[in-house]
C-alpha cells in the first residue's frame, strides 16, 4: 500500500487548504480521494478485531460536478469515455 500512496499522491496538511491562487480543483478531489482510502483503512484496522470490514470504492465515470465543466480537455474525455466506462 505504502508504494501505491508514494506513486499516487502525499496528503501534505499544509496544503488540504491551500491559497486561493494555487487552488486547483482536480488535485482537490485527487487529494480528498487519497484521504478517504487512508481513512477507510485506518477505520478497518481499528474496526477489523470487532468483524466490521471498511472498503473504499471508485465512484466510476458519474462525475457531473463543476471539477470537470471547468477544464475543457477533461469535458471531451468523460464525454467520449462514459460509454465505456459507465457501472450503472
Known amino acids: 500500500f505504502t508504494d501505491l500512496v508514494d506513486s ?8 488540504l487548504s ?4 494555487e487552488y486547483w480543483s482536480m488535485l482537490a478531489y485527487n487529494r480528498a480521494k487519497l484521504c478517504n482510502i487512508l481513512f477507510s483503512n485506518e477505520l478497518h484496522r481499528r474496526m477489523s478485531p470487532h468483524g466490521v470490514t471498511c472498503n473504499a470504492l471508485h465512484p466510476g465515470n458519474m462525475m457531473y460536478t463543476s471539477i470537470h465543466r471547468s477544464w475543457w480537455l477533461m469535458t471531451l474525455l468523460f464525454t467520449f469515455a462514459r460509454p465505456f466506462s459507465k457501472s450503472m
Open 8 to 15: 499516487c499522491g502525499k496528503v501534505e496538511l499544509n496544503l
Open 18 to 21: 491551500p491559497p486561493q491562487k
